[in-house]
């Protein structure tokens, strides 16, 4: 199976323990991550901005973060057990 997958936002900014959470959460998994706090000299704050793509192609999300998230998880899930049984 060959997808293409297109990166753009919907602009809500999204912390990284945010978004570890919604997949978790979306995986029905009950793993918590472990956050250490130990990086140096990282970006703040930092976010996709689709301004151009919507300026410029008239794009606008198709799909909530929830909804890629999940056609993304579906994809590997299908993808390692193709792996896995080949």
């Given at each position: 199976?060959?997808?293409?997958?297109?990166?753009?936002?919907?602009?809500?900014?999204?912390?990284?323990?945010?978004?570890?959470?919604?997949?978790?959460?979306?995986?029905?998994?009950?793993?918590?991550?472990?956050?250490?706090?130990?990086?140096?000299?990282?970006?703040?704050?930092?976010?996709?901005?689709?301004?151009?793509?919507r300026?410029?192609?008239?794009?606008?999300?198709?799909?909530?973060l929830?909804?890629?998230?999940?056609?993304?998880?579906?994809w590997?899930?299908?993808?390692?057990?193709?792996?896995?049984?080949?």
């Amino acid at each position: 199976m060959i997808s293409v997958i297109r990166h753009f936002s919907d602009e809500t900014p999204v912390t990284v323990s945010e978004l570890a959470q919604r997949i978790l959460s979306l995986m029905g998994s009950d793993l918590q991550p472990e956050i250490r706090n130990e990086a140096t000299n990282e970006i703040r704050y930092q976010y996709l901005s689709a301004a151009k793509a919507r300026r410029v192609l008239g794009w606008k999300p198709l799909f909530t973060l929830d909804e890629g998230l999940k056609c993304a998880i579906k994809w590997y899930e299908e993808f390692f057990a193709y792996e896995r049984s080949s």
